[in-house]
């Protein structure tokens, strides 16, 4: 679907060539200097500087000078953005090949307690693919019929768990019920699913009917049960035994975490949005296909969008050709904070080639950007720390030397957390395996 990129990194100074080759300590300080700084934020600054340390940004603006041990990096002509956030994905959670088995999907309609940070295979080769691509941060999502797991936002930098974890929960998973008696074709498919022309198999209404009014019913049972559960452990904590799922659903009924609500058509967001206010919790929307259909609801209610990606097919054959690539410029002319992500593995890499697909149907390119970066950042609650270059925020930062989300630039220099991190892939491995080959 997407044109090659270039997988050969040019450097256009021995400078660059030898920041590449000699990585210097993790808890090293770098001076990026030179470059045109895109803070996301604010102005862009051009010839500007970059000062990390620590892994952290410690300085941003112009003539910055490197304290005695740094490492300075001239990168004049280069481009420096904010590494890229997938808001929605299941890169090291998902198979990458039919022999390897996936941790995606989770059993059982009521997995609250569930986290998916501990079923990330840190060592995917999916991750790699992505970073060096300019994606620096994802949020993992577990799968499911009902409430699947707690979501967690991981830096692809391929250290171990505990060392990858920016936030253990960031919300709960909860994929609404509705009668489909059309499934909706996942956004990660199978080998043998790959044929967009493939028939899907249509469910009688009566039975589409039947599983909706169960889901729905035990959903409410189940949050009616946690709130017995929050007061009996207020009022007779010792002797109220614990229940991880219902302690798991604590958080989301104190108002401090959110649900992470899939609702594709206009009548599951509507029915979510109504749960929302009568449970009164905070909710994110999810590949909202049809979130075009209720702007003002959306904000009305201030209900933030995580966007499906925008090189996807039409659900409905009506619909126009387009509809997926218009959608990002509806929802940034109505006013409602949103972002798009790829729930995938495989297609996380191509975040940038969704975000840059909505701008020739009315998505600025500014605004493009900040729907992989600061947009996400604010959805999820961790602005203070992600998103945009600005001083006391982590360093996790991409040199290029052109637009990101354009496939003829190259990602030239990758930091995360405020380590320089390899580009190497399985992808540039195999590339220079076979370059000589007749």
Excluded at 296 to 320: A, F, M, R, Y
């Amino acid at each position: 679907m997407f044109p090659l990129r270039r997988i050969v990194i040019g450097v256009c100074t021995l400078g660059f060539a030898l920041a590449l080759a000699q990585t210097p300590p993790a808890d090293a300080g770098y001076l990026l200097r030179g470059g045109t700084v895109h803070t996301i934020s604010g102005p862009v600054i051009e010839n500007g500087s970059v000062l990390m340390h620590n892994g952290k940004i410690i300085g941003v603006g112009k003539d910055l000078s490197a304290p005695e041990g740094f490492k300075v990096l001239d990168i004049h002509g280069q481009h420096i953005y904010p590494g890229m956030i997938d808001g929605a994905s299941m890169i090291g959670l998902e198979k990458t090949s039919s022999e390897e088995a996936s941790d995606a999907r989770e059993a059982g309609l009521l997995n609250p307690q569930l986290r998916a940070i501990t079923a990330v295979n840190s060592s995917s080769e999916q991750i790699p693919a992505a970073r060096s691509n300019g994606v620096t941060t994802a949020i993992e999502m577990p799968e499911g019929d009902l409430i699947s797991g707690q979501m967690s936002i991981v830096h692809l930098d391929g250290s171990p768990n505990d060392a990858m974890t920016v936030v253990p929960t960031t919300a709960i998973h909860l994929r609404f019920p509705a009668i489909v008696t059309v499934p909706v074709p996942p956004h990660e498919t199978d080998e043998e699913d790959e044929d967009p022309s493939k028939e899907i198999e249509p469910i009688p209404y009566a039975d589409a009917k039947r599983d909706y009014d169960e889901k729905l019913r035990t959903l409410n049972q189940f949050f009616e049960e946690a709130r017995h559960y929050r007061q009996a452990r207020i009022g007779k904590p010792t002797a109220t035994p614990v229940n991880l799922k219902y302690d798991a659903l604590l958080p989301v009924l104190d108002g401090k975490t959110p649900m992470f609500v899939t609702a594709v058509r206009e009548r599951e967001i509507r029915e979510a949005i109504q749960f929302a206010r009568k449970e009164k919790i905070k909710i994110i929307l999810a590949d909202a296909y049809e979130a075009y259909k209720v702007l003002p609801l959306l904000k009305s209610t201030n209900t933030p969008v995580v966007l499906g990606p925008t090189h996807t097919l039409p659900l409905d054959p009506d619909d126009p050709y387009d509809r997926s690539y218009t959608t990002p410029g509806d929802l940034y002319k109505a006013g409602v904070k949103f972002c798009i992500a790829t729930f995938s593995s495989r297609s996380s890499r191509n975040l940038p080639y969704e975000a840059a697909a909505a701008v020739p149907y009315g998505l600025p390119m500014d605004e493009a950007y900040k729907a992989v970066s600061l947009n996400v950042a604010q959805i999820f609650g961790v602005a203070n720390r992600l998103g945009s270059i600005e001083e006391g925020k982590t360093a996790d930062l991409i040199v290029v030397d052109g637009n990101p989300m354009d496939v003829r630039t190259n990602v030239n220099l990758v930091f995360i957390d405020g380590k320089l991190i390899s580009l190497d892939t399985r992808q540039k491995e195999l590339y220079e395996k076979y370059l000589g080959r007749q």
